[in-house]
């Protein structure tokens, strides 16, 4: 079955530092989301992306986040000069298209990457 | 008002019980529901979809209530390996596309 994969699993980093998370959606999906979720709380949305371009974003989603699609089957998160509570577990999700008795299509989630700041 | 609510639980039942989680939305456009199970520092997986006729799979059935905005989850049985927690996820067509939120999710402890 296929599935959302993402890179590394863990990410150490200094404080400071910028860091890339990646992800690959499945491969025939069209809908494109990160998500958080902080140590022993809930699964935070961040962004959504359709069609090359950000369709909708939390308030958590400030300008030290960035998404990007460089190429046909990668999605980044890029996170400017990291603090401490950025650590979290951050999940990449994908949802494929869907019109009429098709519309119903469900987020699936790849298994994270542990983002942890020093 | 937030867009979906939960009660955090925890719920705390033996095994064999059967036990129900809702979960109601603020948004009467809201169009297709879905409840997730997540286990511990993992991935939320998809459980299952909510129809609107309500739909069943083995042990669990899922339930829409359109009128009074909300959709449940029932788990016969229960199973030691059903301790997990439950996120239940509603999903709206707006302008800019399709928008997915996810309640805060339900503990689940199955007790020997």
């Known amino acids: 079955e296929p599935e959302v994969t993402q890179t590394p699993s863990h990410q150490v980093t200094q404080m400071g530092q910028e860091v890339i998370l990646r992800c690959v959606p499945i491969s025939n999906h069209l809908y494109f989301y990160w998500y958080r979720q902080i140590l022993g709380q809930k699964v935070e949305f961040l962004v959504s992306f359709y069609n090359n371009e950000i369709s909708e974003k939390s308030e958590i989603f400030d300008d030290q986040f960035s998404v990007e699609r460089p190429d046909g089957s990668n999605f980044t998160l890029k996170i400017r000069s990291t603090k401490l509570e950025d650590s979290a577990m951050y999940f990449c999700?994908?949802?494929?298209?869907?019109?009429?008795?098709?519309?119903?299509?469900?987020?699936?989630f790849g298994d994270g990457t542990r983002l942890s700041i020093l | 008002r937030k867009e979906v609510e939960q009660d955090p639980g925890p719920f705390n039942v033996p095994e064999g019980a059967t036990v129900a989680f809702n979960c109601t939305y603020s948004?009467?456009?809201?169009?297709?529901f879905f409840w997730y199970r997540q286990d511990c520092r993992k991935e939320p997986k998809l459980l299952m979809s909510v129809y609107s006729s309500g739909n069943e799979d083995g042990r669990f059935t899922a339930q829409l209530n359109r009128a009074s905005q909300y959709i449940s989850l029932l788990i016969r049985d229960s199973k030691l390996s059903d301790s997990a927690t439950y996120l239940c996820?509603?999903?709206?067509?707006?302008?800019?596309?399709?928008?997915?939120?996810f309640g805060t999710g339900t503990s689940l402890t199955v007790i020997p």
């Open positions: 948004n009467s456009a809201s169009q297709s």
């Open positions: 996820a509603v999903n709206r067509v707006v302008y800019t596309g399709n928008q997915f939120y």
């Open positions: 999700a994908s949802r494929a298209s869907g019109t009429g008795v098709y519309s119903n299509q469900p987020q699936h």
